[in-house]
């Protein structure tokens, strides 16, 4: 299964249109762009749900090991109910080597998504369950206007959501550009992932045998 997460504004909010084809099956909005932590309503295939910031208490990782630390902690609601959450996570590789991931719980299954920079290829995010890759997010070097497009593939339609909602996340997160204006901008950032355990999560055939080939701007995933 397949679609495509388009950013269609980045100023003071962001928007984005979910299609599959040339089929539009969804979309969100962050409200306020400008703040970190912002909420996000979304909707895809008939299902709503807003992401919320849901920070805790102050100093909630202070002594606690690494791997049960929580950074930008959000919870799932639909329909008023509370259907998981996600935050990053980090895992130690040695003593003084580790890597980060975001991990999802939605509703009863449990995801972890990794961040792989191939240079000039773009980057990928391998979506897990467990040790089993359900889905994956690319997104290419090359973004116009502050205008970001990732294409998603999944093994199935709970990953494919679980996939679009992990995908408006990591934008949030990583690429949301809070309060700029851009008029005929083009950026390429090329990103490349050294940490042998992190680079071992991505798998080069498994976009192929979730639905054939897409070719990004910039190379081929």
Request: hydrophobic share 40%; net charge neutral; glycine share 12%.
């Amino acid at each position: 299964m397949e679609c495509q997460v388009r950013q269609v504004r980045s100023d003071l909010s962001a928007e984005f249109v979910i299609l599959q084809g040339e089929r539009a099956v969804g979309g969100a909005v962050f409200p306020q762009n400008f703040l970190v932590g912002g909420s996000c309503q979304c909707r895809f295939r008939g299902w709503d749900c807003e992401l919320v910031y849901a920070p805790g208490p102050l100093g909630r990782n202070f002594g606690v090991p690494v791997e049960e630390r929580t950074y930008m902690p959000y919870t799932i609601l639909c329909g008023g109910e509370v259907w998981g959450g996600l935050c990053d996570r980090q895992v130690r590789t040695g003593l003084f080597s580790r890597y980060g991931y975001t991990a999802l719980d939605l509703a009863g299954r449990s995801y972890q998504m990794y961040e792989v920079g191939l240079g000039k290829a773009g980057m990928v995010w391998p979506i897990w369950a467990g040790e089993e890759q359900r889905a994956q997010i690319c997104k290419a070097p090359r973004v116009e206007n502050n205008l970001d497009v990732y294409q998603i593939r999944a093994l199935d339609r709970e990953s494919l959501r679980a996939a679009v909602v992990l995908c408006l996340y990591l934008d949030a997160r990583s690429f949301a550009r809070r309060g700029e204006i851009a008029i005929a901008s083009v950026e390429t950032q090329y990103v490349y992932t050294f940490n042998k355990a992190l680079k071992a999560r991505y798998d080069p055939g498994f976009w192929d045998r979730a639905g054939g080939t897409h070719e990004l701007q910039g190379g081929t995933p």
